[in-house]
């Protein structure tokens, strides 16, 4: 508790209001960021792929496309429980992967006709995945230690 100039007592937890406004600002930007890329990045798939007559391949494709996205969008509903430095990493992750997936994609789809457009339908996912596991534990490793200094103080 504070009392400040103007002789109001508030708590702590009043002076993140900003941040927690901030805070779901960016997360309901990243959510609308996520699934208009899904979408987008599905869509672009489908175009570079349209003359491909096996349908069944058209949808593994669009799974494997779609399944970094799954994943944010799974990681945001247990994130409730995260440090405030976490969420804001993995909302972060959100809007990168998603403006850097429809990039490639856009890349590949609107482009220049290519020999072999599949590969980066491929090779994306994973590397995504792999953004996604080392830059949300080490936000979480961060945000540990900064809290353990926090309390010794």
Not at 2 to 17: D, L, N, P
Not at 55 to 73: E, K
Not at 112 to 139: G, K, M, Y
Request: charged content about 15%.
């Amino acid at each position: 508790m504070s009392i400040h100039e103007r002789g109001e007592i508030t708590s702590k937890a009043s002076w993140g209001r900003s941040e927690s406004g901030f805070l779901c600002r960016l997360r309901g930007a990243a959510l609308v960021a996520v699934l208009a890329g899904a979408g987008g990045s599905v869509g672009l798939m489908l175009r570079a792929g349209r003359h491909n007559s096996s349908r069944i391949l058209l949808v593994l494709f669009a799974l494997w496309v779609l399944s970094p996205f799954v994943v944010l969008v799974l990681a945001n509903m247990v994130s409730k429980r995260w440090s405030v430095l976490t969420r804001a990493t993995l909302y972060s992750v959100m809007l990168v992967l998603t403006l850097g997936s429809l990039a490639i994609y856009g890349d590949v789809a609107l482009g220049p006709p290519r020999a072999q457009t599949a590969f980066v339908f491929v090779v994306v996912p994973p590397a995504s995945w792999l953004l996604i596991a080392i830059v949300l534990p080490t936000a979480a490793l961060l945000s540990g230690r900064r809290s353990r200094r926090g309390d010794v103080v």
